[in-house]
């Protein structure tokens, strides 16, 4: 399993035992929900949008550790074109090194 794999189940579990927890605690949680429930939903629909940005993040960063194995190790194959969003510039940097050799 790699690293961002092992992340995304650690984060799944995290949020799995929120909810169990919440499931218990129904019952006071809606009287305290609907006490405010406007700006409740607001709260809420942030705290959707946040796990889901952190979610996207570190799928993303899958293709980016792939390329930083692939360039470690020197496995043929491997350019600047193809590289990750993220590391675009330590891509362009590490070609320029790599061609004064």
Request: aromatic residues 10%; contains cysteine.
């Amino acid at each position: 399993m790699s690293k961002s794999r092992y992340y995304l189940v650690m984060m799944a579990f995290f949020l799995g035992l929120v909810a169990a927890i919440c499931a218990l605690l129904f019952v006071p949680l809606k009287a305290a929900f609907m006490a405010n429930w406007g700006f409740n939903s607001v709260i809420v629909g942030v705290l959707v949008i946040g796990i889901l940005l952190n979610v996207r993040r570190v799928l993303v960063l899958e293709p980016e550790i792939n390329w930083m194995k692939i360039f470690r190790t020197g496995t043929s194959g491997l350019s600047v074109a193809e590289s990750p969003q993220l590391l675009k510039p330590l891509a362009k940097h590490l070609e320029g090194m790599h061609r004064d050799r």
